[in-house]
């Protein structure tokens, strides 16, 4: 069955403050159709006590285009409102290792939690902001999932992050814009990709674990030590990966200096495309009917935020 599609404008027409009440001047603003989108949606499907995941993407480090707290804080709102339990949500990045700029700063976003909830707190988002609990949903370092099988052409399983999965309801948040990887990100980016612990995310932009190159790798065994699966041994002077051991993190590749690492394939643009489409699909199977998606189409830029 379809789903209902509802759209709001932003287009304000110049007599709207004149044609309401003084005291609801505010229902023009996006902010607040956005709050009421929630609701409206939320309404269908909530129960008193619902656990509801608000996932967003929390931005990078030195963006600005990701979502505006101001969104996020009122969909909180109207959540509680209904007499959900929200709690606003991210997840890891693929590898582990943390690196820093020349200013000493934390180079990536959030391959881990301490980073990751700097990030989230420099672009506004914190318990205090929100008004409900701000989480990596795949804490404490993004290895933990709850699968669920899909078999699709692409994708066979999805690793849902684990907070996620035990939420009773998925609410999307979305920024709509535009992406160096994919052609576009919204909604099914937010879910197909931002609702996967790091092994879900290497079976969409991967269609082949992880081997090493044998001829590059001086077996310094620096690898060995980071896997958190102990799926890498020394054999002759050069590292060898245990498949059945891996779990797809990525970590290793952060500590290898001599870039012996490859992952054999790297699919097209389309095909990943269909790996996202088709983990989102699995990840809204896997909540039912329990599914709310809002996309907002403000700020589009042509990267990523
Ligand atoms: S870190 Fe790289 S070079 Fe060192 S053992 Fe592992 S694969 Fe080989
Ligand atoms: S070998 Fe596999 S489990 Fe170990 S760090 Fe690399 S990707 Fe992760």
Known sequence: MGSKVYFVSANVPIDY???????????????????????????EIISPGDTVAVKI?????????YIRPIYV???VDKTKELGGKPFVCDTLFSGGRVLYDEFGEALWSRRSLKEGLETAAMNGF????????????????????????????????????????EADILLSLAHFKCHDVMSVGGALKNIG????????????HHNAKLEIDQEKCNGCGECVSA???????????????????????????????QGAF???????????????GEAAAGIVKFFGDKCVFINLAMDIVPLCD
């Open 227 to 257: 896997c958190p699966a102990n799926a890498i041994i020394l054999s002759n002077g050069k590292a060898q990966i245990i498949p059945e051991k891996c779990i797809d993190c990525a970590f290793c590749i952060d500590y290898c200096t």
């Open 193 to 204: 990709v931002g609702c996967q612990s790091k092994q879900g995310k290497w079976w969409i």
């Open 73 to 75: 804080r009122k969909v």
């Open 17 to 43: 403050i004149p044609r309401v009440p003084p005291t609801k001047w505010y229902t023009h603003s996006l902010v607040y159709q956005t709050k009421e989108m929630a609701g409206k949606l939320l309404g």
């Open 262 to 276: 490859k992952s054999r394939s790297f699919p097209d643009i389309l095909e990943q495309e269909a790996r996202i």
């Open 57 to 65: 993407h929390f931005g990078e480090r030195y963006t600005q285009y």
């Open 126 to 165: 914190t318990s205090e902001t929100m008004g409900c609990p701000v989480i990596f949903a795949d804490a404490p370092k993004g290895l933990k999932s709850v699968e669920f099988d899909i078999n699709g052409t692409f994708i066979k399983k999805v690793y849902i992050a684990p907070a996620i999965a």
